[in-house]
């Protein structure tokens, strides 16, 4: 996986990185208040990608197409 840095875009991400192991997608509402309470929904996607038995695994959190979070996982489940 190459380097990527938050405020890409998913399409941005995918190419420099190829395709996660997991993904998975919905949509959140946000509240927002101007003057009358909106709820804005915001379609969220969740990438992982699995750099092998010697590196950590990441969590690609996009938001609307961006990304906005990196995570580092942990390498394996406990058996």
């Known amino acids: ?4 840095s938050e405020g890409q875009h ?3 991400v995918l190419e420099m990185c ?4 997991y993904q998975h997608s919905h949509v959140e509402y946000r509240g927002v ?3 009358v309470f909106w ?3 915001v379609h969220v996607e969740e ?3 699995d750099l092998g038995d010697v590196k950590f695994k ?3 959190r ?9 995570e580092t996982l942990s390498r394996r489940l406990p058996r």
């Open 1 to 4: 996986m190459t380097l990527v």
């Open 10 to 12: 998913a399409f941005e």
């Open 18 to 21: 190829g395709e996660p192991a």
């Open 33 to 35: 208040d101007v003057g």
């Open 39 to 41: 709820a804005v929904p």
């Open 47 to 49: 990438w992982v990608y």
């Open 58 to 60: 990441r969590l690609l």
């Open 62 to 70: 996009f938001e609307d197409g961006r990304l906005r979070r990196i």
